[in-house]
């Protein structure tokens, strides 16, 4: 005997309205306009009025009907349906196609409103046509003319076409210059897959040029997740990258706030850091220039008149001061004649940043840490340049007396997250080692990175002698033990996504032995690269 076929199973439905009239629950539209009609009469809608305005028609729903029927489906070569009067063209487009777009969509349906006395049975065969079962013949349908007014002006007809021509081919070829504009159409015409795809287009597409337009675009679009991979890509690119080109200009103020207030910033040192903003201020400041300029052009820009010479800082007061009290008193009635000149030797003029021009700038320089610049001639240039207010420099060279004098304790730093010192390693693909060397208060440490395959790294920090490096004009702690508080990140970026990888904010004692003048390591598994390892920490008091 033959095996009869198992019956189908049915799917479940509900009655609606007074009637008996059968809809599917599982959709407030399935394309079934006489179930439709009595779920308008339960809700006292008006059927022919809710097409006059397709926002009550669940249009998505519709979209989804016809989007399912032309999957894979080559359109077949016949008249259009539809004529679309768009930015001084006249473009011809199909059913199934056109109601991918929700902005065509209410268009057509309003058209549709208007065009006849009876829109619910025009509508009903349309999408009768559309349901599965057997082939039937497409009803004759009257060619019918919508007009789109677009005020974007990013939308250019190159673009527009790009968009509407992705309503027939699924993959349509396009390139960075052009997914601005496309994804400014794709938004006009509410074409969701569009835009997601110009989305993750620009996501992987970010460049010293394409920042701040993508990142405009996500803000003026609502588009979170683009303004969000904009700020990433800025974070770990400022100073390494932007910072060393002419597109630096051209990111606004507001997103550089964003970024500078980011504690997963990437910086080789906080003094780069501050390079690179004092570059971006001179570029605001004298829109002609179209080079970057030398480091020397942006700091004699904001050079103060008159002779610095008698209020020069010497080696013994830079970030490497001494750490060691024995040393200290040594030196302290050097320190204290040099400080007592430097205080004496400020213009009394006002600075850049108590000027008008500058104080809307005085939220980004207070994102730095001042403290951390380290080095006898970046103080130098930092305190020759007439750019910070007198009492910020008094503190950052307070804050280094004070440490220095506690032995390298900084009192004056708290939060690790915040306030620490930190440095960077951009480890790329040639290296199988990275390193440098860092001095601090008269105690050496070098960071470091190691690639053990293809793709394993670690990253550490350990304590170094002093006669194992270079330290001319630096003060040397006789101190044997150092505690310190750190934390070690490192950033890439793969397939668009980026990776991170940090250990815990750490406590230890570094001394000159193993093992306790390692730290922990911090060991990753990627494929991405370059890797963006900060290392940041303070000194506790101990």
Known sequence: MKMLN????????????????WCFPSKPFSGDLLGLSQRCKALSVDLDEALKNPDRLCVSQIQKIFSETSKNKPVQSREADVILECLGSRWELHQPQLFQSETLSKLYLMALAQSTKRPTKELESLLRAQLPGKIKERPPTKKMIISLKINDPVVTKVAFAMALKSLYLSQVEMNVNDVLAVLASAHVLQFSSLFQRCVAMMMKGLTPSTVKSFYLAGCKYKEEQLTTACEKWLEMNLVPLVGTQIHLRKIPQELLHRVLRSPRLFTFNEFHL?????????????????????????????????????GRLSHVTDGQLVQDRKLVQAHGSMIRQRMSRL????????????????????????????????????LEELRHINFFPESWLIRVTANHYHALESGGD?????????????????????????????AIYGFFFEIKGVRHDTTSYSFYMQRVRHSDVVCEHSPVSLRAERLVKYEIRAQTLVDGQWQEFRTNQITQKFGFSKPSCKSHALKIHTVGLPIYASFSFIFPMS
Not at 6 to 21: D, I, K, Q, Y
Not at 285 to 306: D, I, Y
Not at 415 to 438: C, K
């Open 6 to 21: 198992p019956r189908r199973a049915r799917l479940e439905r509900r009655m609606v309205g007074s009637t008996n009239r």
């Open 274 to 310: 501050l390079k690179t903003l004092l570059l971006w201020v001179f570029l605001q400041l004298n829109p002609k220039v179209q080079t970057v300029p030398v480091q020397e052009t942006v700091l004699a820009f904001f050079t103060r008149e008159g002779d610095w010479s008698s």
């Open 343 to 378: 205080m004496t030797s400020f213009s009394r003029k006002y600075s850049f940043l108590d000027q008008d021009t500058g104080q809307s700038l005085v939220p980004l320089f207070l994102c730095l840490r001042l403290h951390g610049i380290i080095k006898g001639k970046n």
């Open 410 to 438: 900084m009192a004056h730093v708290k939060d690790l997250t915040t306030q620490a010192v930190r440095f960077g390693l951009l480890f790329n693909q040639e290296y199988t080692t990275h390193s440098e060397v860092i």
